[in-house]
């Protein structure tokens, strides 16, 4: 029964980063975790030794699965109604941050949900995802110009919204440095 | 001094930000329904066949051939009962059929030999297919063993 606990490591290492994925094309978690049961489940059943070069089939079977049930939102009314998941609510966090990561979690979502769609994918996809701009282009039936086109627009929009964070994020001073020497250095203007 | 992020820090903040967990409840509603159906875990115990199919062949030929060679050292020094468990306990590869097939022979003729004796000699080309069974994993393979002989073939006349 060894390989009935593998698919149990494997879901905690993949869950966090599929819902997330799932997030970017529907609506609530709700829907994510849906979406993620029915793609997880499948892609198990296909390739129960749980190998990592299989994972793109499952970020593109989460993918396939969320384009399908946007287009029939009534099964998550039935769902919701019976089951205890919808009490995460829609705007459950979607990351989850150290204490002192709160803030930047916070604006750092606010600023993912503000990119086109096709952008939010990318990145959620590269960085959260760890695919490569191949597997990505392979996924989404895109070229990997057009991928790799998207990653920079989506970088770009957000270095705009989070540029600011730099000095509390990185500790990169903003001012004058502090003045670490016992006494002040003697000013030029006494001198002459 | 510019303070906006860099590609390089705004990627490293960005990953530094850990996806929300699944809730339990998705965890528990995944492990229901993979019970539902459980003819995947028959399934995980096969490992992916990546190797080419000569060297998987090759390699059912030997572990045949070693069970073969396995059970047939047992066999003379086992009772009847004793040597049908060595059987089952030797490898779970056994030994199912071997059918040699001709595929092109040809002769060169009769002549006489150095010790004076009517022969012909013949160049035969064949196939040896051997198959073995796993009776654990209801697995079959055939491996297809080409071979070319020189045969020499006494000859006699009736006086």
């Known amino acids: 029964m060894e390989a009935a606990f593998d698919w149990k490591r494997t879901f905690e290492q993949l869950a966090p980063q599929l819902v997330l994925y799932a997030r970017q094309l529907v609506d609530s978690k709700a829907d994510a975790e849906d979406v993620v049961q029915q793609a997880f489940v499948r892609w198990w059943r296909r390739f129960p030794e749980g190998d990592s070069s299989h994972i793109p089939l499952l970020y593109a079977a989460v993918r396939t699965i969320a384009l399908d049930q946007r287009r029939s939102d009534h099964r998550r009314v039935n769902r919701e109604a019976k089951s205890d998941i919808a009490v995460t609510g829609e705007d459950a966090p979607a990351f989850d941050p150290q204490p002192e990561q709160k803030e930047t979690a916070a604006i750092v979502e606010k600023a993912l949900q503000a990119l086109p769609e096709d952008q939010r994918e990318v990145v959620t996809l590269k960085l959260w995802g760890d695919l490569t701009f191949n597997e990505i282009a392979a996924m989404t039936g895109t070229s990997i110009n057009t991928i790799a086109g998207r990653y920079r627009y989506a970088l770009q929009a957000l270095q705009k919204k989070l540029g600011h964070l730099r000095a509390d994020l990185l500790g990169e001073p903003t001012s004058s440095p502090v003045n670490i020497l016992p006494f002040s250095p003697p000013h030029t203007e006494a001198l002459s | ?159």
């Open chain 2, 1 to 159: 001094m510019n303070n906006d992020l860099n590609e390089h820090e705004l990627e490293n903040l960005l990953r530094g930000l850990a996806p929300a967990a699944a809730s339990p409840a998705l965890r528990q509603r995944v492990d229901e329904e993979l019970k539902l159906d459980m003819s995947w875990l028959s399934t995980s115990r096969r490992k992916p066949q990546h190797a080419p199919r000569w060297i998987v062949s090759a390699g059912w030929a030997a572990m045949g051939a070693a069970a073969a060679i396995a059970v047939m050292s047992q066999l003379p020094q086992q009772s009847g009962t004793g040597a049908a468990h060595a059987l089952a306990s030797a490898s779970t590869v056994l030994p199912a059929s071997t059918i040699r097939e001709w595929d092109d022979s040809t002769g060169s003729g009769i002549h006489h030999g150095r010790s004076r004796q009517v022969e012909k000699h013949a160049l035969v080309i064949s196939r040896e297919l051997g198959t073995w069974v796993d009776p654990l994993y209801s697995a079959q393979t055939t491996a297809e063993i080409p071979s070319r002989q020189q045969l020499l073939l006494p000859v006699s006349f009736r006086q």
